[in-house]
């Protein structure tokens, strides 16, 4: 059953990614991106990934991608051809970088055994699931970078609206 | 399910300088929103008020000893932390000073330049008290986010725009080579705290890691071969901004590497002593080359600070307790030259609303206070006795002698006297050539205090520089056993608070 779920998650990424790079219209490309996305989020499902599932839709697919598609249409590219003359460059270096994949695998060969883990406060633990692992390490070991980060956020916020906003109503205040 | 925050309330009073300043930014933030009629000053006042109260949290840290780590150890507070972050506080108050003339010029947002000021200040102090390497990255992009925005703040001149641009881009990549050279030391030990990476032993991973770490960090000081942003970014930036730029960031980003390469590297010195020796004499020789072509004041301060970085790298050439003693030492007269250098250079701008060096011409006629204050600002960053450079360059060379590192050392007295050549030839347009315009020009009060601090600095850490040595060698007593593998930042045994 999980063998199934995996053909067809990776069976879809493999087809909307070469999509992506061989449609013509950059708003199909967006799509076929965020259809990628949401399946690359399945796999991490099948693998018991789930807060990096959630992080996946989220964040990609619901942030970069919506930023990608704003582009697109704020350009009002129709069709980018300047790019598809490459084709048969990226199809060379394509084929060879599978090569070398396959190869690493079929000479490494495929091991069962799980990976070593680093000890240390990031480990799942099995019984809970990995959200609240990540959440809870997030609010107490690495509890320093976490709120730091919402300075960040503060900072970037007010730097965004220094260097970005228009000029007009900021006269009257500012003098 | 066990949530585990080990952390008391008195644990967090070690964050008390660090939370004071935030919510101090917040009270500068909402002050300038709820009053637009406020004048702009008072809030420069506000803000340096806030610095002073947090400079008074410190110092009393300082005499009271307090230490110890927070966070997992991922956040310390030591005697190098504390002393870092004094410098950085006085810098800060001390650019606060001398922009609020400059913040005039900018047309919008005058009251969000304090706010950005203090932001970065804090991301600064937090870098000094970084003690492994995810809170080095978080807190250096932190600290690089507010300078972003300030170097880009003259919205209407296409210079400032465009070292705003070259910044952030090169910024960003270089966060890029410090994400993947974490990634790549944690991948090979597990480990992010320095003290824990010290007993790992050397792979190659490791070593490419704590070379892209130190790349990073090499943008940060500025030193050659990442200096290629410097000049550009210096020149187009707010000149207080540049002051800034030339001064806190090269402080903080020394604390990182003094506490990652003798503590969590100290075992394998022999292999990074000639790197470190290589990037010394190429910024030193680099910088003070190219200054001499320079026609403009802010890019020859510029080039000048790249070979003031390759001064203090001597001290971490030299790798020992006197090393850092050295570097700490010299990063403080550093503070008071080049800042000082920097505020006449903002003062002059702001009333010839030019940095050309050719402008300054006969500055004696026109302002002799703001000439001589130039004078002993540049003769101190030449090395010149009784000023605070000259003791700087002497303790860092000494402990290049104690090491025997001899080529450093007669490279840098070559060095020294080319920097002497350029630093001169100001000084000769100030006071000998003859100005093309008389009118005497006015200096505000707070650009004056500035000043008068700089120079008061400038002069007594030339001529009674013992207590400020004392204060050095204090904090760096963690190295004194640097040579031990697993030489901790702070014994475990210490409790905040001496208790």
């Known amino acids: ?175 | 399910m066990t949530f585990n925050l080990s952390m008391s309330g008195s644990d967090l009073l070690l964050l008390l300088p660090e939370m004071l300043l935030t919510v101090w930014l917040c009270v500068v933030l909402i002050v300038d929103f709820a009053m637009p009629r406020l004048p702009k000053a008072r809030l420069a006042y506000l803000s340096v008020g806030g610095l002073a109260a947090v400079l008074l949290n410190l110092l009393w840290f300082d005499r009271t000893g307090v230490t110890g780590t927070l966070f997992a150890d991922m956040f310390v507070v030591d005697r190098l932390a504390i002393f870092f972050k004094i410098l950085i506080v006085i810098a800060t108050a001390l650019v606060i000073l001398v922009s609020v003339d400059y913040v005039r010029r900018f047309r919008f947002f005058k009251g969000e330049y304090y706010f950005l000021v203090l932001m970065s200040a804090l991301g600064m102090m937090f870098m000094a008290s970084a003690n492994d390497l995810l809170s080095v990255f978080i807190t250096l992009e932190f600290s690089t986010f507010g300078f972003y925005v300030l170097v880009a703040y003259l919205r209407e001149d296409v210079a400032s725009n465009e070292a705003g641009l070259k910044f952030f881009i090169l910024g960003v990549f270089v966060a890029g080579l410090l994400a993947y050279g974490i990634s790549l030391v944690f991948g090979e030990t597990g480990k992010l705290v320095f003290s824990d990476i010290a007993a790992a032993p050397p792979t190659t991973g490791l070593i490419i890691g704590f070379l892209l770490i130190f790349g990073a960090l090499g943008f940060k000081i500025g030193a050659v071969p990442f200096h290629s942003w410097i000049p550009d970014t210096y020149h187009g930036a707010p000149t207080p901004v540049t002051a800034f730029l030339s001064i806190a960031p090269k402080g903080a980003a020394f604390a990182i590497l003094l506490r990652m390469f003798l503590v969590s590297l100290a075992t394998l010195k022999p292999a990074w002593v000639l790197l470190m020796v290589g990037v010394s004499i190429l910024s030193m020789t680099y910088g003070n080359v190219v200054a001499i072509a320079q026609k403009n004041i802010k890019r020859l301060l510029a080039y000048s600070g790249i070979a003031q970085v390759g001064n203090i790298l001597i001290g971490l050439a030299a790798g020992t307790k006197m090393g850092g003693d050295a570097i700490l030492f010299y990063l403080l007269t550093h503070l008071f030259a080049n800042l000082g250098a920097f505020a006449v250079v903002i003062a002059v701008g702001n009333l010839i609303r030019s940095d050309e060096i050719e402008d300054y011409n006969g500055l004696n006629r026109r302002s002799p206070f703001l000439a001589m204050a130039m004078l002993v600002f540049l003769l101190s960053l030449a090395g010149v006795p009784p000023l605070a450079g000259f003791i700087g360059k002497l303790y860092i060379f000494v402990a290049a002698i104690n090491e025997g590192l001899y080529t450093l050392l007669v490279v840098g007295l070559i060095n020294i006297v080319i920097s002497m050549y350029y630093y001169l030839i100001v000084v000769k347009k100030m006071y000998i050539n003859e100005p093309t315009d008389r009118t005497p020009l006015a200096i505000s009060t707070p650009m004056k205090a500035a000043i008068y601090v700089c120079l008061a600095g400038t002069l007594i850490l030339g001529i009674y520089p013992q207590p400020f040595i004392d204060w050095a060698v204090s904090a760096t007593l963690m190295f004194s056993q640097f040579t031990a593998p697993a030489a901790l930042a702070v014994p475990p045994t210490m409790v905040p608070f001496g208790g």
């Not at chain 1, 693998?47 to 009002?76: D, K, P, S």
């Open chain 1, 1 to 175: 059953m999980a063998l199934a779920f995996f053909f067809y998650f990776s069976g879809v990424i493999v087809l909307t990614s070469v999509l992506v790079v061989a449609l013509r219209n950059p708003i199909y490309s967006a799509i076929s991106l965020l259809i990628m996305f949401f399946h690359v989020a399945g796999l991490y499902v099948t693998l018991h990934a789930e807060f990096l599932a959630a992080v996946q839709i989220i964040v990609y697919a619901g942030a970069i991608l919506v930023l990608y598609l704003f582009v697109v249409m704020l350009l009002n590219v129709k069709r980018e051809e300047r790019y598809h003359a490459q084709f048969p460059l990226a199809a060379l270096l394509g084929v060879t970088i599978l090569t070398e994949v396959l190869m690493l695998a079929i000479l490494r060969g495929f091991s069962s055994e799980p990976l070593p883990t680093l000890g240390g406060a990031g480990q799942a633990d099995q019984a809970t699931g990995n959200t609240e692992t990540i959440g809870e390490v997030l609010y107490s070991t690495y509890l320093f970078p976490f709120e730091v980060a919402s300075l960040i956020l503060l900072v970037a916020m007010i730097g965004a609206i220094v260097l970005a906003k228009k000029d007009i109503g900021l006269a009257s205040r500012n003098q």
